[in-house]
């Protein structure tokens, strides 16, 4: 279902921990409070967490009261309590619960009076994923991972990296961090190669420090199966091409709502995940 929503605020997180990669917080077009469910699940995490709060056009506050009772096929799991949450700002009631995910379970929140209901998805098949160095006059000057995968359904590719650079001593003498540009596709049973390149940013700080002789570049690769909604959230993020932040949202935006009785967008993913070293001479 899509609604017309006022945004309060995107948060981006860093993509090595298990919260969020974006959260978005929405207001409802109306002037009618509505309980609002926000959390984006990990399938390989233990621990997960919603943020729940009370929303109208004009602002929200805290939903700290709500009976909240987690479901993993139709079994209660947990009836997680509120504790305070850590977003700035907004500062909605947090509750944390302990659940495990396998493909195909079907997952329900409760929170009062609104529902969310997902599946987890089934992770890509992976058939290979390579990587490759390229050197020119001035050094490296790329690392591309490159992955045939085979699957159904809605996937994002994410890519951090650590670039250290090291002296002729073995001495370190510089670390970046990069990420690189997400990527969406999907799938209808078949398969795709789909290819990431570290950003050159971190190539050439890492080789800009002075007696620079050779490169370490640890990466994780990481392919995310996602549900439909997650997606088109994700794609209408992607599809926005504003700089302004503020003039992107004046006006209300339409963004993907599975959250019955109320508002927001709870998900989960499930992931594939490549880990490479690689060490490159500058010269």
């Known amino acids: 279902m899509l609604r017309s929503y006022h945004i309060a605020l995107l948060f981006i997180l860093a993509a090595v921990s298990?919260?969020?990669?974006?959260?978005?917080?929405?207001?409802?077009?109306?002037?009618?409070?509505e309980i609002s469910i926000q959390g984006y699940l990990h399938g390989r995490d233990s621990i997960h967490s919603v943020?729940?709060?009370?929303?109208?056009?004009?602002?929200?506050?805290?939903?700290?009261?709500?009976?909240?009772?987690?479901?993993?096929?139709?079994?209660?799991?947990?009836?997680?309590?509120?504790?305070?949450?850590?977003?700035?700002?907004?500062?909605?009631?947090?509750?944390?619960?302990?659940?495990f995910f396998s493909p195909g379970d079907r997952i329900k929140i409760k929170a009062g009076d609104a529902c969310a209901a997902i599946s987890v998805p089934e992770p890509p098949d992976t058939l290979y994923t390579t990587m490759n160095v390229s050197k020119g006059l001035d050094g490296v000057s790329r690392v591309k991972f490159e992955s045939k995968i085979q699957g159904n359904?809605?996937?994002?590719?994410?890519?951090?990296?650590?670039?250290?650079?090291?002296?002729?001593?073995?001495?370190l003498v510089s670390v970046s961090q990069v990420t690189g540009p997400s990527q969406l596709f999907s799938l209808d049973n078949e398969t795709t190669v789909q290819s990431i390149m570290v950003p050159l940013s971190g190539l050439k700080l890492a080789q800009s420090v002075k007696n620079t002789a050779y490169l370490e570049c640890t990466a994780i690769f990481r392919i995310s199966a996602m549900n439909r909604e997650l997606f088109t959230l994700f794609n209408t993020w992607a599809e926005d091409s504003t700089e302004d932040i503020f003039s992107r949202f004046a006006d209300p935006v339409h963004f993907p709502n599975n959250v019955q009785g109320g508002i927001g967008l709870v998900d989960v993913t499930s992931e594939v995940e490549r880990s490479f070293t690689i060490h490159a001479n500058i010269k």
């Open 18 to 33: 298990c919260r969020p990669l974006e959260t978005v917080w929405t207001f409802p077009a109306s002037d009618d409070r």
């Open 51 to 99: 943020w729940c709060s009370y929303a109208k056009a004009d602002g929200a506050v805290e939903a700290a009261d709500l009976d909240v009772a987690v479901y993993v096929n139709g079994k209660l799991v947990d009836q997680p309590t509120s504790t305070p949450s850590d977003y700035p700002y907004l500062h909605p009631a947090e509750y944390t619960f302990k659940a």
């Open 153 to 171: 359904g809605y996937y994002r590719i994410d890519l951090m990296a650590t670039v250290r650079g090291f002296n002729a001593d073995g001495h």
